[in-house]
């Protein structure tokens, strides 16, 4: 559970853990983990975890929304598996529901063209966590549902954003305001 927790807060597909074969056949507990861990996996994802290529991601951002590479490079980098926002909290917005509606666009314009999946919630919040921009009483219930472009999917903490057509023609616009272009 713990590992599940950390692969969807921080957007990594994981393996399934190896099993060792079953004794006296009967279905092992290892087995029967590997199969729960399958079926709440994302549909469509690898079943290792892959490394993000960060060149890759702004390649094809760049492709499908024309944002060059160097405005992309200004905007986001990849540590250690996480992808950061790399602009000044303040010119993310005038206020922190501002804020964190550009770090959930950024993000989810980021994944879902870059790494072609919807953003887990944890994996936003985490991100407006560390640009200061937080706000735990009105995340999940009134910023991120108030975004045109992009719509929630699922429920409770499996929550994701995802960008639709509206939200990712908008992004370019987006990142010449956050990089103080506009």
Request: hydrophobic share 40%; charged share 30%; glycine share 14%.
């Given at each position: 559970r713990v590992i599940r927790w950390a692969a969807d807060r921080y957007g990594v597909v994981t393996a399934a853990p190896a099993t060792p074969p079953a004794t006296n056949g009967k279905r092992s507990a290892a087995k029967k983990?590997?199969?729960s861990a399958k079926s709440d996996a994302d549909p469509g994802s690898a079943d290792v975890i892959q490394?993000?290529?960060e060149d890759a991601v702004?390649?094809?951002?760049?492709?499908?929304?024309?944002?060059?590479?160097?405005?992309?490079d200004a905007l986001f980098h990849v540590d250690e598996g996480v992808i950061k926002i790399l602009v000044k909290p303040n010119?993310?917005?005038s206020n922190e529901a501002d804020k964190a509606r550009s770090v959930a666009q950024i993000l989810t314009v980021i994944y879902k063209v870059g790494?072609?999946?919807d953003t887990p919630f944890d994996v936003i919040r985490a991100e407006c966590e560390r640009k200061h921009c937080y706000d735990s009483k009105n995340f999940a219930y009134k910023h991120l549902p108030n975004i045109p472009g992009f719509a929630?999917?699922?429920?409770?903490?499996?929550?994701r954003l995802e960008a639709r057509h509206?939200?990712?023609t908008a992004f370019p616009a987006l990142v010449d305001k956050v990089l103080g272009e506009s």
């Open positions: 983990a590997a199969s490394p993000i290529d702004a390649a094809a951002i760049t492709e499908a929304t024309e944002v060059s590479a160097e405005k992309l010119s993310l917005g790494l072609g999946r929630i999917k699922r429920e409770g903490k499996s929550r509206g939200g990712i």
